[in-house]
């Protein structure tokens, strides 16, 4: 049975970035939903869909001025446009060209595996006719608050979270695992030995939340710590993993100067463990770590935009998981517990003296929200990305 498709949230922005831009990057990892969202949006003879790892359609651009010449009336998607970089310069003539004629939007969606030289040649080649959008995983936006553990355990990519069942998702991740590092990497950055960067992929996972250390990482897989800081950028820049900075505070104590780093989606969290369901998460110790990041990216994804995000840590372990500067200046502090119950620690109240937030949560596992002592309100995930 097919699976069901789940509405993106991000279509909207997609449709007005394409009302805005000439050109729009919608850039995210594989697997994620990019082609799915980019079909939706287009329906012939208005729009037209080129996958340019499929030969016949990149036969069609073997004179490519003259074929996208001839269709400049259709919004034209061009998936997985790192495999001919060399037709962004073809894209600009192409936009100015109609631009000219009083078409000043709409002309091309571009889909990539998000890399640093997909940015810089779409940027240095189309500067000021491109906007660019990031898709990530489902969330609980997405899903319903009721299927947040499940999405939990199983992640946001949409194979992953629709499969028949626990098995045949860790199977997906897997595989998925599989070809990142044997095939999608290589293509889309530097030649890193697959077992190697498995490694450093796996490592991760057992840190979790953990804050970076080079010199620790390097000496496990035998390299120097410039090139540990290496695999991190590239898994970084494929938007697998995110590093939280430390906040900077103007308190008089010494503070946490490295980012935190978390792999992005807890599916592969899990995967790369070999912890296949809810209760192999539950009984190992990444399990509150996971809960973490996992909330992490939920909430930075609901949150508005040129939101500032990072943690607060002191060198006595004094700690917030989360701070957010929102737009205006609010600052809201956020502490993450995977429990049932909510409850400030002495550290949490130590932490919040220092930062002063406008509003300070206890994100929990539960579904009731309530006040705590010291102005804290305790609130289940679901409720906390309405209120952002």
Known sequence: MDNPIIPRIIRPSLEEHLALFPAVALLGPRQVGKTTLARAMIEPPEGLYLDLENPSHLDRLSDARG?????????????????????????????????????PSGHFLILGSASMDLMRQSGESLAGRIGYLALDPLDVREVGGDDTTLLWIRGGFPRSFLAGGDAASTLWRQNFIRTYLERDIPMLGPRIPAETLRRFWTMLAHSQ???????????????????????????????????????????????????????????????????????????????????????????????????????????TGVEIDLVLELPGGRVWAIEIKRGLTARVTRQLRVALDDVKPERAFVVYGGDERYPLPGD?????????????
Do not use: Q
């Open 209 to 315: 939340g953990g804050l970076w250390n080079a010199a620790v990482l390097a000496r496990s897989l035998g390299v120097t710590g410039k090139t540990a800081a290496t695999y991190l950028d590239l898994l970084v820049d494929l938007l697998l993993v995110r590093r939280l900075p430390p906040l900077h505070a103007n308190v008089r104590k010494r503070l946490a100067k490295s980012p935190k780093v978390y792999i992005r989606d807890s599916g592969i969290v899990h995967a790369l463990l070999g912890l296949d369901d809810f209760d192999a998460v539950l009984g190992h110790p990444v399990a509150g770590t996971s809960w973490e990041g996992f909330v992490i990216e939920t909430l930075l994804r609901a949150s508005p935009a040129r939101t500032r995000a990072s943690f607060y840590r002191t060198a």
């Open 67 to 103: 074929y996208l010449g001839s269709v400049r009336d259709r919004l034209v998607v061009l998936d997985e446009i790192h495999r001919a970089p060399e037709l962004f310069p073809i894209l600009r003539g192409i936009i100015d060209d109609r631009i000219r004629d009083g078409e």
């Open 376 to 388: 804290v309100e305790a609130i289940g995930l679901p409720e906390m990305v309405g209120l952002l």
